[in-house]
C-alpha cells in the first residue's frame, strides 16, 4: 500500500484545513485508515481513525468536536477536515493503514502497517 497525504499549510487559529491521504495498492476499502500526528518535540501521537467496516470513527481527546475522518472508497481517499484549530495542533500529520479484517486496535501507532510522508499543519494565532 502506498499513501501520499496532502493538504498541509499555514492556517490562523479558529481557521479550517482539510488533509486528504490517497491509498494505492490494496483493496482500500478493506483498510482501516487512521491519522497520526507529531510536534516538534513530541512523540507521534494518534488524532483519528476509521474502520473499514460500518465506517466507525474514533478520535483523541484533544480534537473530538473539532476535526472529522472520513473515507471515499470509489477515490481510494481518506479525509480529515480540521475546523477551529489551534496553535497544539501544528504538527506534521501522517496518515497510515492496516489491513481492516485483522481487527486490530486503531489507536495504537505500532498497528499500523502503511504509512504516508507526512504533511506539515502550522497554526499561527
Known amino acids: 500500500v502506498q499513501l501520499q497525504a496532502y493538504g498541509g499549510g499555514l492556517v490562523q487559529a479558529g481557521g479550517s484545513l482539510r488533509l486528504s491521504c490517497a491509498a494505492s495498492?490494496?483493496?482500500?476499502?478493506?483498510?482501516?485508515m487512521g491519522w497520526f500526528r507529531q510536534a516538534p518535540g513530541k512523540e507521534r501521537e494518534f488524532v483519528a481513525a476509521?474502520?473499514?467496516?460500518?465506517?466507525?470513527?474514533y478520535y483523541a481527546d484533544s480534537v473530538k468536536s473539532r476535526f472529522t475522518i472520513s473515507r471515499d472508497n470509489a477515490k481510494n481517499t481518506v479525509y480529515l477536515q480540521m475546523d477551529s484549530l489551534k496553535q497544539e495542533d501544528t504538527a506534521v500529520y501522517y496518515c497510515?493503514?492496516?489491513?481492516?479484517?485483522?481487527?486490530?486496535?486503531?489507536?495504537?501507532?505500532?498497528?499500523?502497517?502503511?504509512w504516508g510522508q507526512g504533511t506539515l499543519v502550522t497554526v499561527s494565532s
Open positions: 476509521v474502520r473499514w467496516s460500518r465506517g466507525s470513527t
Open positions: 495498492g490494496r483493496t482500500f476499502s478493506r483498510l482501516d
Open positions: 497510515a493503514a492496516v489491513w481492516g479484517p485483522l481487527g486490530r486496535t486503531v489507536l495504537e501507532e505500532s498497528t499500523y502497517n502503511y
